[in-house]
């Protein structure tokens, strides 16, 4: 018996004799039992491919020439243009005179060798690397952490918003607002939050501005027997929970773009701070406010939910897979410790 290449092939010679004696390709391929598609390939049979060449090795007109990306490359690279970015070290070579391809080929030649990031040359310092700041606290008045960010005020004028929180309640323990950022300012507020706390916070938690490393505050510090910790050069992250605070407070859609004079800022600070201390169900608390946590009062709080849900769930069983329980807050908190994530509105 013929085999399956052998038998298409005869029908295929028997249907182009049919097409032949002027049968059409779609009757005359249903006849012998065929595809017409299978006349077709054989009247037009593919041409076999040659050497195959990938579309970044092939040549064409608008070709960049590796002789041209290096003549670019030599010239970003020199004196002149080495502290640029790419698009201001292309248009700076445009207006001299130099125009080799397109900015978008620029780019994509600095990128291809491996120069697309900060191209500028960077800082090694000269003092010994700082230590990454490691504090953590399991209890209120362990750890405090303050900072200092801008308000803005009518016209140009800006005030700075000075605050001081407990790590582990998220509780603004201090703050003010004031027309300037000095060190004696800094030392204000610790001295007042200590007064009005009548607690002094194990360790201080601040950035690396000057007014957190004033003499002055140095010395204050001392005397209350508070120990110092401060974030590194240029590290945001290492004073998380002041820079969370300062986004919940900007981000608060009562917050006024622009106030319209220092007394407004102070009112509106106190009374938000006010507010946000007492009825702020805080994410990273595990939404208790500061003050149930501050104030050791969250195993009542807790208490409550707990029945709240456990009688939700006696009224609607089938609405659980689980029993709802209430979770207590973290059991601690720290900088540059492991810890829940944070909220980034706080």
């Known amino acids: 018996m013929a085999d399956a290449k052998t038998w298409k092939d005869i029908a295929l010679t028997f249907a182009g004799k049919l097409i032949t004696a002027g049968w059409s390709a779609v009757k005359a391929c249903a006849l012998v039992g065929v595809h017409r598609t299978a006349w077709y390939r054989r009247m037009s049979p593919t041409t076999p491919p040659g050497i195959l060449v990938p579309h970044a090795d092939r040549a064409y007109p608008n070709r960049i020439t590796d002789a041209e990306a290096d003549a670019f490359m030599e010239l970003l690279n020199s ?129 690396n501005g000057s007014p957190m490393r004033a003499g002055s505050t140095l010395q204050l510090a001392q005397s209350l027997g508070i120990a110092l910790s401060f974030s590194r050069p240029r590290v945001s992250d290492d004073n998380p929970y002041s820079e969370s605070l300062f986004k919940t407070v900007k981000y608060d859609l009562d917050f006024p773009r622009r106030f319209r004079d220092i007394q407004h800022a102070r009112d509106y600070m106190a009374a938000f701070f006010a507010d946000y201390n007492a009825n702020h169900r805080h994410s990273g608390l595990n939404y208790y406010t500061p003050d149930t946590v501050h104030e050791g009062r969250v195993h009542q709080a807790r208490r409550r939910r707990q029945a709240t849900l456990d009688a939700c769930h006696a009224r609607n069983p089938h609405r659980y897979r689980n029993k709802p329980t209430a979770p207590a807050p973290p059991s601690h908190a720290g900088i540059n410790h492991k810890t829940n994530p944070l909220s980034q509105t706080a």
């Open 79 to 207: 004196r002149e243009y080495a502290n640029l970015s790419v698009t201001q070290a292309y248009y700076r070579m445009l207006d001299a005179g130099r125009c080799f391809f397109s900015i978008a080929a620029a780019h994509r030649i600095v990128a291809r060798n491996g120069q697309n990031g900060d191209r500028r040359e960077q800082r090694t310092g000269t003092g010994p690397k700082r230590a990454k700041p490691i504090v953590h606290a399991t209890a209120p008045n362990q750890l405090w952490s303050w900072d200092i960010t801008m308000l803005h005020g009518p016209g140009k004028h800006t005030y700075r918003l000075y605050t001081m929180l407990d790590v582990f309640s998220r509780k603004v323990v201090g703050h003010r607002v004031e027309q300037a950022e000095t060190a004696s300012l800094a030392a204000a507020l610790i001295r007042d939050a200590v007064t009005e706390n009548r607690q002094r916070p194990d360790v201080l938690h601040a950035d």
